[in-house]
């Protein structure tokens, strides 16, 4: 599953400091000073100076080895570069000097589900999920990991947990489409799907399997529409040859006559 479906969290304690040269002359605690570096590093980050911002975490830990955020923001640096054992190693140096951190937790059982670890990612969001009762994402992941391991019951419990708690976390509102799917219940299906895109239009999986349920339902103005929502959105992806067939073969029925469906 794709980094984007998980959703990292990225957690700042900015706490009134804001950069080194305002300290300039100055004598700083150094908890104060590695957060201080620990916030210019969060700036490199977003700047996408990722070997800058690795710099300046690791020195944020080497003045103050009890700073939590930084172990966790070096973690999420690992994770995006798919580096998940290494991600996985600075999350739990988060978590056992702020064990009370939801946001922790739910990293590092996200890490887990990268690894596909799916007893352990399960555990990690339970404890999430007890830490902070009405964390949507961390119901959102849970219920997608019970997908995965053919748990319905739980997956649509949780799933639909997350829509309750955030209704548009269009994640949520995909992974029920995918869940319905599995069960055979394609209206249900359509309709999650479609929400997903209304929240979200930039989504592009939501877009192919849209288009596929109306392809099968013989609505090939929508299928051709969402196939090529799909092909704009992610030319390069899984599914682009799969949408560039569908729309050859469904455009050539139609211009053929009324057919129920492209062969």
């Known amino acids: 599953m794709k980094n984007l479906k998980k959703g990292i969290v990225f957690v700042a304690i900015i706490a009134g400091l804001s950069s080194l040269t305002s300290y300039a002359g100055k004598t700083l605690e ?16 977003s700047e996408g100076k990722v070997v800058e911002a690795k710099a300046k975490y690791e020195a944020a830990i080497g003045i103050d080895p009890t700073l939590a955020i930084a172990f966790s923001n070096l973690g999420n640096l690992h994770f995006q570069e798919n580096e998940f054992k290494k991600a996985e190693n600075f999350f739990k140096k988060a978590i056992r000097l ?27 969001y339970e404890v999430t999920l007890k830490l902070d009762s009405e964390n949507a994402l961390a119901e959102n992941n849970l219920g997608d990991t019970y997908l995965l391991k053919g748990i319905l019951s739980l997956a649509e419990h949780h799933l639909n947990r997350a829509v309750r708690l955030n209704p548009e976390l269009f994640l949520a509102h995909y992974n ?5 799917v599995t069960q055979g219940e394609m209206s249900k299906a359509r309709t999650s799907y479609e929400q997903a895109i209304k929240i979200n239009p930039m989504y592009a999986d939501a877009h192919f399997k849209l288009a596929k349920i109306y392809e099968d339902e013989y609505n090939p103005t929508q299928a051709l529409r969402h196939y090529g929502s799909y092909l704009s959105l992610n030319r390069k992806g899984d599914n682009a040859l799969e949408a ?14 009324p057919k129920k469906k492209a062969g």
């Open 176 to 180: 029920l489409g995918e869940l319905y």
């Open 98 to 124: 702020k064990p009370e951190t939801a946001a922790f937790h739910l990293n590092l059982a996200n890490t887990y589900y990268a690894q596909k670890h799916y007893d352990e990612a399960i555990a990690e």
């Open 244 to 257: 560039a067939m569908r729309i050859k073969s469904i455009s050539a029925a139609m211009k053929q006559g």
């Open 30 to 45: 150094p908890w104060q000073e590695a957060t201080l570096l620990n916030n210019e590093a969060l700036k490199l980050e």
